[in-house]
């Protein structure tokens, strides 16, 4: 699944120090992300290969699609970085799409085959 850089308890303050972020903040808001086609978030698809934040607030993600041509590849990258911006201690989100290696179900979380009747 995917591979976030924090330790679980790690929290990021922000410039101000008064708001902090750790990788629950960072899931929760990836969670909010769904294929169009399909009834599960992009997190629990696996379609997050990483995540990363920095101390200033940066995020970058790295993350894939079910299929190279899918229908909203142009837009799902917006997508997750309107998600991650709308977090308070998020400076900037860089999402790179990267096809290697290639999604399959595989990558699907138990609660993502549950909801797909996919057992």
């Known amino acids: 699944m995917s591979n976030l850089n924090m330790s679980d308890n790690q929290q990021i303050d922000n410039k101000s120090n008064k708001i902090s972020l750790d990788n629950g903040d960072l899931v929760k808001a ?6 169009p086609e399909i009834p599960v978030d992009i997190y ?6 990483d995540v990363s934040l920095d101390e200033n607030g940066n995020v970058d993600v790295k ?22 911006m709308s977090l308070e201690g998020v400076n900037k989100v860089v999402v790179e799409m990267v096809f290697d ?9 138990e609660e993502a085959r549950l909801t797909l009747n996919m057992y």
């Open 63 to 84: 993350m894939t699609l079910t299929a190279p041509g899918c229908p909203v590849a142009g837009e799902m990258p917006q997508w997750v970085e309107n998600a991650l």
């Open 30 to 35: 990836l969670k909010t992300v769904y294929d």
């Open 101 to 109: 290696p290639p999604w399959d179900m595989s990558l699907m979380s």
């Open 44 to 49: 629990e698809l696996g379609l997050i290969y």
